[in-house]
T-cell receptor, first 111, second 113 residues
Framework: DAKTTQPPSMDCAEGRAANLPCNHS???????VYWYRQIHSQGPQYIIH???NNETNEMASLIITEDRKSSTLILPHATLRDTAVYYC????????????FGPGTSLSVIP | DAGVTQSPTHLIKTRGQQVTLRCSPK?????VSWYQQALGQGPQFIFQ???????QRGNFPDRFSGHQFPNYSSELNVNALLLGDSALYLC????????????FGEGSWLTVV
């Protein structure tokens, strides 16, 4: 079973920030938080990951709470192309730790 | 730097037939995993290959088998196809380093008729 819970769907106005929450209350000390997204009929695309510090890259920012039990993915200026299913995943950062996908959050960016 | 590449992108098979799907990992990646994604569902882990051996396996029957070659590329074979095997098959690759990221290919769409 997935170790995370996410809202099933969210809407966001184009140009506004999209804030996608994720709960991972049973996360272990050596587990990272990863975010992927999947645009319809394509393979999952890696977005960002972090252990305990906030992270930012060209796609998004990841905010992890101090107790590490939840996190938020922030898309600073959502576009229509950001419409996708977003998966929050917790895993140990070793090559043999498989990815367990939950249902994810279906984000719709509205014009 | 090419990412994870898969072939074919789409194919149609008849129930009872066999299919082989191919994957080339991201450059330098030595670990390859396969996932099955049925329509409307999240990807499900099938198995993982490392050093040409199956290292771990998900809850899939023996009809699903695989292989990894010395150049780290991989094949997924499915025998005795069932209608329920219709899905998007995803290949993912990674490196065994700390904080490693798993990268996915675009997938192979299999339709069984």
């Amino acid at each position: 079973d997935a170790k995370t819970t996410q809202p099933p769907s969210m809407d966001c106005a184009e140009g506004r920030a999209a804030n996608l929450p994720c709960n991972h209350s049973t996360i272990s000390g050596n587990e990272y938080v990863y975010w992927y997204r999947q645009i319809h009929s394509q393979g999952p695309q890696y977005i960002i990951h972090g252990l305990k510090n906030n992270e930012t890259n060209e796609m998004a920012s990841l905010i992890i709470t101090e107790d590490r039990k939840s996190s938020t993915l922030i898309l600073p200026h959502a576009t229509l192309r950001d419409t996708a299913v977003y998966y929050c995943i917790v895993r140990v950062a070793t090559s043999y730790d498989k990815v367990i996908f939950g249902p994810g959050t279906s984000l719709s960016v509205i014009p | 730097d090419a990412g994870v590449t898969q072939s074919p992108t789409h194919l149609i098979k008849t129930r009872g037939q066999q299919v082989t799907l191919r994957c080339s990992p991201k450059s330098g990646h030595d670990t390859v995993s396969w996932y099955q994604q049925a329509l409307g569902q999240g990807p499900q882990f099938i198995f993982q290959y490392y050093e040409e051996e199956e290292r771990q396996r998900g809850n899939f029957p023996d009809r699903f088998s695989g292989h990894q070659f010395p150049n780290y590329s991989s094949e997924l074979n499915v025998n005795a196809l069932l209608l329920g095997d219709s899905a998007l098959y995803l290949c993912a690759s990674s490196l065994p380093t700390s904080g490693n990221t798993i990268y996915f290919g675009e997938g192979s769409w299999l339709t069984v008729v």
